[in-house]
C-alpha cells in the first residue's frame, strides 16, 4: 500500500481494476461488433411476439387465479426446504444426537406447514 497524505490508495488492487476495464471493453465490443454485422431482415412473423412457438390469442394481460401462485409458492418453500435434508442425511452418522433432535423439529415445523396448507385446501386445484 502507497501511503498518501489523503489516506490510502489501494494500489494492489491495481490488476483487479485493469481486468474489468479489459472485460468491460471485450464486452461491449463483442455487442458492437455482432450489431455492425448481423443480418437485419425483419419480417412481419419474425416481429410476432413469441408464445412458446405458438402464435399469440388472447389477452396479454390474462389474470391467473391465485391458486396457481399459492401452488407455486408452496412447491418451492416444500422444495428448498427438503434439500436442506440431503446433506444432514449424508453426514448423519458424524453429527450427534443434538443435530438429529434439531432436524426432527425442523421436519415437524415443514409438516405443521404441510397439514395447515392441506386444511386451508391450498392444494385443491379448482
Do not use: C, H, Q
Amino acid at each position: 500500500m502507497l501511503i498518501m497524505p489523503g489516506g490510502y490508495v489501494p494500489i494492489d488492487y491495481l490488476p483487479v481494476l485493469i481486468f474489468m476495464v479489459i472485460a468491460s471493453a471485450f464486452g461491449l465490443g463483442a455487442l458492437l461488433v455482432g450489431s455492425i454485422f448481423r443480418p437485419r431482415r425483419p419480417y412481419p412473423e419474425k416481429l410476432m411476439p413469441y408464445e412458446s412457438g405458438n402464435p399469440p390469442v388472447g389477452e396479454p394481460r390474462y389474470r391467473f387465479s391465485i391458486k396457481f401462485y399459492i401452488i407455486a409458492m408452496l412447491f418451492v418453500v416444500f422444495d428448498v426446504e427438503t434439500v436442506f435434508l440431503y446433506p444432514w442425511a449424508v453426514v448423519f452418522d458424524k453429527i450427534g444426537l443434538y443435530a438429529f433432535v434439531e432436524m426432527m423439529i425442523f421436519i415437524a415445523i415443514l409438516l405443521v406447514g404441510y397439514v395447515y396448507a392441506w386444511k386451508k385446501e391450498a392444494f385443491k386445484w379448482d
